[in-house]
């Protein structure tokens, strides 16, 4: 007889032993969510997983020293590891960055190849330490020391404080850095700031959670939210709340089905970005049903008609889905899809 699976009922009456992980997914994925609304905007969705594996090769490294050299953990401790690899290699892409876009995925190509190879090389110096070289690479927040959960909570109200603060100028640099600059913006200053408060997170997110998940919380809840949202600033909150609930429901799933936790949040995270897709793809076909019905009853354009008035040369037209109706006396006539460039 096959043994049953847990239910929600048994993880809740278990709250005191699984409270620190699961919501550490929750603050880990609501933070990175955030951010990764400007990795995607930037069109720079490995960033996240380069400096991820730079931080698992950092801390890979503070075991190492720990173990080989009897370096004393409060010296080489993994966070301090994980930290200072990440901003190392920010440091490399911001010096690598350019116009031109080979180059930029060439820094991140190589810094994720480096902090990959480099993690799985170092493990099989630190034998007895393999176990939390996985955990690294593919997620497997089981348990979560308080002091972890903690910083990890310290951390995610700083930064978010901070990008509270500069979220104009932030949204501004990811968007348009030209225009940003001809405003008088300090790009430089402010791209410094959003590069480095990301490789900080990632790093912190990495030793807690995992490589995998980290690289899903900063790519998927972002896509979501700029699907869903009618501008960025919007946009920013629904990313930390889709992050927060992926990071959060993809641990329950994991104890309910007995998966591993990393997997089990991207994983979560990846469906749930396959049906708000699917689920906007219906709305749009219901939409210009509608639209084609409410027409075809003899629907009349005028300044009360329910559809946004847009000018057009010397005429006024009228916005049906991303198509322009011009209405004269005799019929409606398409002109056409929008054009927003």
Not at 54 to 63: D, E, I, Q, R, T
Not at 145 to 171: E, M, N
Not at 244 to 270: D, I, K, N
Not at 319 to 331: F, I, K, Q, S
């Amino acid at each position: 007889m096959p043994e049953s699976l847990p239910n929600l009922t048994d993880f809740f009456a278990s709250w005191e032993l699984f409270r620190e992980p699961a919501l550490a997914g929750a603050a880990g994925g609501a933070l990175l969510g955030m951010l990764g609304i400007y990795v995607v905007l930037r069109r720079m969705v490995f960033l996240s997983a380069a400096l991820s594996q730079a931080a698992s090769l950092g801390v890979s490294l503070a075991w190492l020293a720990q173990v080989r050299w009897s370096v004393p953990a409060w010296i080489a401790s993994p966070t301090t590891g994980g930290t200072a690899a990440s901003l190392i290699a920010a440091s490399a892409m911001l010096a690598g960055r350019s116009s031109v876009a080979t180059r930029r995925d060439g820094v991140l190509g190589w810094v994720y190849l480096f902090g990959a190879a480099g993690t799985l090389a170092v493990g099989t110096r630190i034998v007895q330490e393999v176990q939390d070289i996985e955990t690294l690479l593919f997620g497997s927040g089981v348990a979560v020391l308080p002091a972890d959960f903690a910083s990890l909570v310290q951390l995610a109200i700083a930064i978010g404080l901070l990008h509270l603060w500069l979220h104009r100028g932030f949204i501004q640099v990811a968007t348009d850095q030209d225009g940003a600059r001809v405003r008088g913006l300090p790009t430089r200053l402010l791209d410094t700031l959003l590069i480095v408060s990301l490789a900080i997170a990632v790093s912190v997110c990495t030793r807690i959670l995992g490589a995998l998940p980290v690289f899903a919380f900063t790519v998927l809840p972002a896509m979501a939210a700029l699907s869903l949202a009618v501008h960025v600033t919007q946009a920013l909150p629904i990313a930390a709340l889709v992050g927060g609930s992926c990071g959060f429901a993809g641990y329950v799933v994991a104890y309910r089905y007995r998966l591993p936790v990393g997997a089990s949040q991207t994983l979560v995270a990846v469906l749930l970005v396959a049906a708000v897709h699917l689920v906007q793809r219906a709305l749009s076909g219901l939409l210009a049903l509608h639209n084609r019905k409410h027409h075809d009853r003899g629907h009349r354009h005028g300044p009360d008609c329910g559809h946004p008035a847009v000018p057009h040369g010397d005429h006024v037209d009228y916005l049906v889905g991303d198509h322009l109706h011009h209405p004269d006396v005799e019929a409606c006539h398409d002109h056409g899809k929008l054009d927003v460039t």
